[in-house]
């Protein structure tokens, strides 16, 4: 018996065997499509296609354009409709797919950012093993992964806390942080798994980390949409699926909700979504009819959550509320403080989703702000140029790793969060008023402080200032901010110290030390006692021992000392040309200085250039 199973078994793999791609067979091909967008009406146009609008594109006047994520048939639509398009990308998954395995990937059992089993990217199955990981690790600051209820096919949606006492539920403010409610988008899930292991990693080592853990309580449930996540893996083991949605069955026969389309907030209001089972922001039955958002609905209804960063992939934006009507949130003004933060690193653009985007009908975001009173946010990492929904590797990395920040603030934010902005140095009354602070004068320092933050302080803000060079004393030292309130900055008023006639060092050191919520956090100010003098000039006209890197990757557009041909386009100059250096003087480093015969060639491509300077004795 158990001889002629296995040799029936044997032979209906052996017919299954050449069928080897069955992506091609049973899964038809997206293209990557660009519509031209000269106007809003246009772009409305669009809208009313129901078309896959992966990128979430910007409709502000300056893109132009929009991505459309595009079958055959939704090519001949947009052809039907009259619009002006091109397709960038002809079949999208085997282009990605070609792309990533370009990438050698060490296989490990709980692999790095950029060595995950699909491209680089986790699996579901090592995103489990990372969690475990965790847990086992730091048991005191990380829970091990708890199930708030499962997928319609019946997976775990997994939840994990950190804290310090991770186990007691302390008065600390809680933060949520989701990802993967689209099945495509695994950076979401990477950026988030990369932010818990620098907590966890830096406890008691980064005074940030440290602040973090001991006082908030942040809750990460990294994939919302487990099998759409591994139908992506099914189809496209070496990543590049293009499923957004979930696995549901629906009543015509066609599959999937759109996670982020579900929830209850503005549900169904027609424009941000679509009531076609087919279209891929299909909104289901009902809110909340999938039992993906339900158990996180639910989840979340046990939890006080001042923040929620609900992430998706890509355009490098981050959106807020309003997001189902265009629209600003009633508190938009605390909204604008956070969103300074929260891109100060990335310098991408912040705002209500429905006016940087497009009006989305029952999305996480808005129901995090309306239904639970959440600071919402939905960032939109990584760029098409880096890959889209499946960066290769090194993009991983880079994308993970420049939204750390952002992840921080989202937790910061929801307590005080307490900054010193800088300080700003200058002589005090009586000086010489040529700037710089010098024996025999006073300066003065005026220090600004910011709380980003959702909460005042438990106590005062107290800064002080002391002075680490012997001649520098401080007169007026300290400064009480009182209970810095929410989203609000202060200056302190013009602290002092006066620089002894007999002091010959060039740079006097004083030491800021800012006290908030039991913390000293210390800065140290350098500060001039000499006025500038120049010791080099350099234009650049003679050789003086700069030198391209011996690293450069770039294939064009390396530098090059020469004389750069000036590249105008439409009026515009893109390379200014020689004359441009003010002075006697042809010559500068450039990144290629020929013109060309567009404003694209001779530009640098495909990797970097550096120009390094010789060793210079000051
Ligand atoms: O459409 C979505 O669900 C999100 N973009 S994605 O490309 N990742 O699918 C954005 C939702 C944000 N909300 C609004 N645009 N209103
Ligand atoms: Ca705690
Ligand atoms: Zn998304």
Redesign the pocket.
Known sequence: MITSNLAFALISFLQVAPAQTPAATKVPDHHLVIVDIPDGKTMDRVLALDLD????APIERSARAVEVIALDSDIAKIQKAGLHYRVAVRNLEDAIEKELSRWVLPASLTPAVGKGGMGGHFTLAQMEAILDDFAKKYPKLCSKKTSIGKSIEGRNLWMVKISDNVATDEKEPEVLYDAV??AR?PLGMTTTLLFMDWLLSNYGKDPQATYLVDRREMFFVPCVNPDGYEYNRKIRPAGGGMW?KNRRKNSLGSYGV?L??NWPTGWGVAG?GSSSQTSS?YWGTKALSEPETLALENFIKTRNFVVGNTC????EVL?RP???KRAEPANVADYRVLDAEAVKVTGMKAGP??I?????SG?A??HYHFGHKMFAY?P?LGTSAEGGFWPNPANQVRIADRHQHMFRTFAMAAGPALVMDGAQISEAPGSNNNGVVEPGETGQVVVSVRNFGAAAPAQNVILQMVSLTTGVTVGKGGHDFGRLARFSKSASPALTFSVAKTVSTPIARLELRFLHEGIVERRSLLVPLKPRSVVIREDFERDHGFARSTSDTASTGRFGRGVPQATTYGGKTYQPGADHTPGAGTRCWVTDARAGSSVGQYDVDRGKTSLLSPVMDL
Do not use: F, I, K
Not at 53 to 56: A, F, I, K, Q, W
Not at 312 to 315: A, D, L, M, N, W
């Open positions: 609008l992966p990128s979430c409610h689209h988008e957004r759109d982020n389309r941000g922001t998706h992939t890509y355009t959106l309003v997001g189902y989703a429905s940087l985007l497009y009006n989305a999305t975001l808005d939905t939109e």
